[in-house]
């Protein structure tokens, strides 16, 4: 869904630009099984806000958040890495209205030492700015 109502065209551009650079780097997560977050690193402004929204039971302290800038993002997915395994991963849906694109999907990950697995309907959030993420809520 797209309200180019709301948008000049400079934003719907971006937003189709980020929205496009999105699929591919969901595609290259998934194809990975979760160890190469490069093409999500390319898309972060230099001080991006990544949070994770999962409930905080069932992830461990480091992947929290919130992580402030490049570096620290780099450290979440470094983390996710280190400690779990994806097991599936999939998209079902983009939705882009105004500067915010929501990606819907759902994810299987296992634990690497309790094998415990974790699964369930997935939603990340993107806010652009520039043509790039200000804010992401994974």
Request: with cysteine; charged share 30%.
């Amino acid at each position: 869904m797209r309200a180019s109502n709301d948008l000049d065209p400079a934003g719907e551009v971006g937003i189709q630009q980020l929205e496009a650079r999105l699929v591919a780097a969901y595609e290259a997560w998934h194809a990975s099984r979760g160890r190469s977050p490069e093409a999500f690193y390319s898309l972060y402004a230099d001080d991006i806000e990544l949070r994770s929204i999962l409930d905080t039971a069932r992830i461990d302290d480091e992947m929290r958040g919130p992580f402030i800038g490049k570096q620290a993002a780099l450290a979440y997915f470094t983390a996710i890495a280190e400690a779990w395994e994806m097991v599936e991963a999939r998209v079902d849906r983009f939705v882009a209205e105004g500067d915010t694109v929501v990606v819907i999907g759902h994810a299987t990950w296992r634990n690497l030492k309790t094998l415990r697995v974790v699964e369930g309907p997935k939603v990340d959030v993107w806010s652009v700015r520039d043509g790039k993420s200000g804010i992401a809520a994974c």
